[in-house]
């Protein structure tokens, strides 16, 4: 019982963790612009290929997490410091951005001219960025076995299957939603992802300074005689 309650409290904790990042109310307005006269058939394979591609690359990093860690030597705190930090420039960046700047329309219009847009732009960068590749290697520390492993994927493959019904009511959540409507519930999400990095931050923080090591070093300094 207790196997299968932490089993779900981490399917859930991915959940909560990826959605606010991946965004998926903010892909629908995008997904909209690049599909732009696509058949509803066209627009239907490239959600779904860009969803799977999406739980392709997140599954990849989350296995290879541990082997990336150790390669580098990335301590969990590191990690999830760095991550937060991460994190928080893509909140600070969804908070402060107002209108689409030139750069952005350049980036639609190439997307738009492709055949295909499933991989770019649509599961690279724009649904698997750094923020949630970030957050999926910090997921790593989270699992102690297999069995966590696969609630995490578990986890990852309900926000593709929101992500994709999402895509596929892109034009009807739009025009219902509203171009305004839209940037306050990107505003929302952006406070939600400062939060979440933030409180990587926190946690990487604090497990650097409850580190046992340091916090015996730091005994002995103060408790050393004065001039030794």
């Known amino acids: 019982m207790h196997e299968l309650?932490?089993?779900?409290?981490?399917?859930?904790?991915?959940?909560?963790?990826?959605?606010?990042?991946?965004?998926?109310?903010?892909?629908t307005a995008v997904f909209v612009t690049i599909t732009n006269g696509d058949t509803p058939e066209h627009q239907n394979r490239q959600a779904l290929r860009g969803c799977g591609y999406m739980v392709m690359i997140l599954v990849s990093f989350l296995i290879g997490g541990t082997f990336i860690m150790n390669f580098f030597g990335i301590s969990i705190p590191g990690l999830r410091i760095a991550g937060g930090l991460v994190v928080c420039g893509v909140g600070f960046g969804m908070l402060a951005s107002s209108r689409p700047d030139a750069e952005q329309h350049k980036r639609h219009a190439e997307a738009q001219a492709k055949g295909?847009?499933?991989?770019?732009?649509?599961?690279?960068?724009?649904?698997?960025g750094p923020g949630s590749i970030a957050v999926t290697i910090g997921f790593t520390s989270l699992a102690t076995g297999p069995l966590d492993y696969l609630a995490i994927i578990a986890g990852i493959l309900i926000v593709a299957v929101i992500t994709y019904v999402m895509l596929r009511l892109s034009e009807r959540a739009a025009g219902l939603i509203g171009a305004n409507g839209t940037a306050a519930l990107n505003k929302v999400m952006g406070f939600l992802i400062l939060c979440i990095g933030v409180q990587f931050i926190v946690n990487g923080t604090v497990a650097v300074l409850s580190d046992p090591?340091?916090?015996?070093?730091?005994r002995k300094l103060v408790t050393s005689p004065a001039g030794q």
């Open 213 to 218: 090591e340091l916090v015996d070093s730091i």
């Open 5 to 27: 309650s932490h089993f779900g409290s981490l399917v859930l904790g991915t959940v909560i963790g990826l959605l606010p990042i991946i965004n998926p109310l903010a892909a």
């Open 116 to 128: 295909d847009i499933s991989f770019s732009p649509l599961a690279m960068p724009m649904l698997s």
